[in-house]
């Protein structure tokens, strides 16, 4: 591999003990990004998300669709951490890992015999991140959470839905992802403070925490301005009109979120007046009339399709664009152009697209380079890196350690 092909994490260890999908996908996108990611999984049926998913085939083969979306470019480890001998092998694997990502309830991990404190003992480097629902502290740490718990505790559910369906949750775990991302964030900001100062350190990421600064815009209201919010479904609280309206064969999104915008609709639709009219003339006024003005936007939008109406208002530099099935959004040109997906194969399964790495940098390229693992794929390799021969590791199988 060239200086120019490089990725940014190369070289970078990362012993992975997590589940399901806010570790996963923190975990996956160090792995995209070039780092050696060894899943730490359980012998008997590993991950759990390798259960999950819609297809039974894959599901009973460990391979469930939930746990192909999540853990490509990853090796897979059978570790029982319940035995002597295993946590003897996780000892020996932490001498040479530079971060260790889990997702366990608090506790967890001093129970198996791998405190912080102790963690740190065998290697002062290591970066150690612990992904809960609530932290690893405080009066709910010990709570059971799943995305779901978190939508609702967090307020998220609150501010999504209409006045017929609220409260609402996302319709995907954004809880669970957005979690994930922030713990990826948090390990690359302690690799570059070991790079400047050599020193590891603990990272505490809670689900809960996480999603609340996403809602920032929505909760300066709340907490600056004294307004709670308003469930208006698929309007946009800053501006009118910013949202979904109906034309004559479906829906368009539109964001007329600058005055001149807002005229140039006006003009697009062919009602100049309503430009001049008192209920929708400024900004704030516009907001608080949208349900007058909704109606009217909407008899002119119903007299074309939405293709039409999308390629006259963005002609016209008003933010606009169709609401398409997941399905189309995932095939539409600018998607396939960014590669956005990427096909890979994978045995006993065939070829199958996965999200590649979204970012794109200029010099250390992330890629999707290998599928997700079978369960304990690369046991005897990594094994095998570490001092432990071909017959030792059968033995360590037939005990049931790894």
Known sequence: ????????????????????????????????????????????????????????????????????????????????????????????????????????????????????????????????????????????????????????????????????????????PVCDTVGGMNAAFAILAALYHRERTGEGQMIDVALLDSIMPLMGWVAANLLIGGQDPVAIGNDNFTAAPSGMFKTKDGHVNIAANKQEQWEAVCDVLGVPGLKTDPRFEERDTRKRNRHALTPLLEAKLSERPTAEWVGLLNARDVPSGDILALAAALRQPQVAHRRTLVEIETPGVGKIPLFNLTAKFEKTPGSLDAPPPRLGAQTEEILGRIGYGPDRVAELKKNGIV
């Open 1 to 172: 591999m060239t200086q120019a092909q490089a990725k940014a994490l190369d070289g970078i260890r990362v012993l992975d003990l997590t589940n399901v999908l806010s570790g996963p996908f923190a975990t996956l996108h160090l792995a995209l990004l070039g780092a050696e990611v060894i899943k730490v999984e359980n012998p008997t049926d590993g991950d759990l998300a390798r259960k999950l998913g819609n297809v039974p085939r894959l599901n009973k083969e460990l391979m469930g669709t939930s746990f192909l979306a999540q853990n490509a470019n990853k090796k897979s480890l059978t570790l029982n951490l319940k035995k002597p001998e295993a946590r003897e092998i996780f000892g020996k694997l932490l001498e040479t890992a530079d971060v260790v990502v889990e997702n366990f309830r608090p506790g967890v991990m001093k129970r198996l015999g791998f405190s912080w404190e102790r963690m740190r003992e065998i290697n002062p480097r290591l970066v150690y991140c612990a992904i809960s629902g609530f932290g690893q502290d405080g009066p709910d740490a010990d709570k059971p959470a799943y995305d779901q718990i978190i939508q609702g505790l967090s307020g998220e559910m609150d501010v999504n839905g209409d006045e017929r369906l609220h409260p609402l949750r996302a319709g995907f």
